[in-house]
């Protein structure tokens, strides 16, 4: 009786001190900022690249 106390003390234990989804939750976190980044970027790239393409076809 004492080993399954002993044993559920030690489940309890490692249950308490596991922090696997806060660590995972911060690398959700960071990738979400990254996309956020990409996704301003190629937005800020297309534009800029349709204003020249609209320069271009003016000019022709």
Request: hydrophobic residues 55%; glycine residues 8%; charged residues 10%.
């Amino acid at each position: 009786m004492t080993k399954h106390l002993v044993a559920l003390q030690a489940l309890l234990n490692s249950l308490r001190t596991d922090d696997e989804g806060a660590t995972a939750v911060e690398y959700g976190l960071i990738v979400s900022l990254i996309a956020i980044f990409i996704i301003g970027a190629v937005t800020a790239v297309g534009v800029a690249l349709n204003g020249l393409f609209t320069d271009v076809s003016t000019s022709l």
